[in-house]
């Protein structure tokens, strides 16, 4: 159990389809970020907040939308996805972004196919 | 560019022998470097990490070598288990860049009984 939480572990939905992400920490962390794996690729950074404040979107398409309502959950919602964005989805919490010789702790990640 | 790579994505390994996963870098103001390990429908959790005022930093059975010269990290394992079976990600931060994590693709670690 490593304190993150991630739900739910396996979501398939079409293209027109609207969902949502869902994550949560109880480590007392500050920091919590979106990442992507796909296959065969290095982890992609999406998005990172921080005491509850977006602080870092990495160019990420508008289809994928976060929202933090408080520094211990974390939803990413999902709509009119492509193909390509069949991946896994990780979230990661931190004591505070930009802390030095910072850890991230991951949940099990969100494995999503998209039909 | 990546700026972290592992350019093996695979290795294989006799259990009782070491293994030896290698990670290279091109950002000289990376000052932090982190293995992760991830098995198959888990999270990545964080196994070791070494500051760039060190080359070497030991737990148990794991030891990371840091080459800044060469830019170059390594990760030993000795003796090898078949639970270190797993994926090996390597991943660097810079103060300067508000220690924000840059992860290498990863190598697939497969212990043989």
């Known amino acids: 159990e490593t304190g993150v939480t991630q739900t739910p572990r396996h979501l398939v939905m079409g293209m027109t389809n609207k969902k949502s992400l869902k994550c949560e920490q109880h480590?007392?962390?500050?920091?919590m970020y979106w990442y992507k794996q796909s296959a065969k690729k290095p982890l992609e950074l999406m998005f990172v907040y921080n005491f509850k404040e977006q602080t870092e979107n990495n160019s990420v398409p508008s289809r994928f939308s976060p929202e933090c309502p408080n520094s211990s959950h974390l939803f990413l919602h999902l709509h009119t996805l492509q193909p390509e964005d069949s991946a896994l989805y990780l979230c990661a919490s931190s004591q505070g972004q930009g802390a030095t010789n910072e850890k991230l702790f991951f949940g099990s990640g969100t494995q999503l196919s998209v039909l | 560019d990546q700026q972290v790579k592992q350019n093996s994505p695979s290795l294989s390994v006799q259990e009782g022998r070491i293994s030896i996963l290698n990670c290279d870098y091109t950002n000289s103001m990376f000052d932090y470097f982190l293995w992760y390990k991830k098995y198959p429908a888990e999270g990545p959790t964080f196994l070791i990490s070494?500051?760039?005022?060190?080359d070497k930093n030991e737990d148990g059975r794991f030891t990371v070598f840091l080459n800044k010269s060469a830019k170059h990290l390594s990760l030993h394992i000795v003796p090898s288990q078949p639970g270190d079976s797993a994926v090996y990600f390597c991943?660097?931060?810079?103060?300067?860049?508000?220690?924000?994590?840059?992860f290498g693709g990863g190598t697939r670690l497969m212990v043989k009984p």
């Open positions: 991943a660097a931060s810079a103060r300067n860049a508000g220690n924000m994590l840059t």
């Open positions: 480590l007392g962390h500050n920091a």
């Open positions: 070494i500051s760039s005022i060190k």
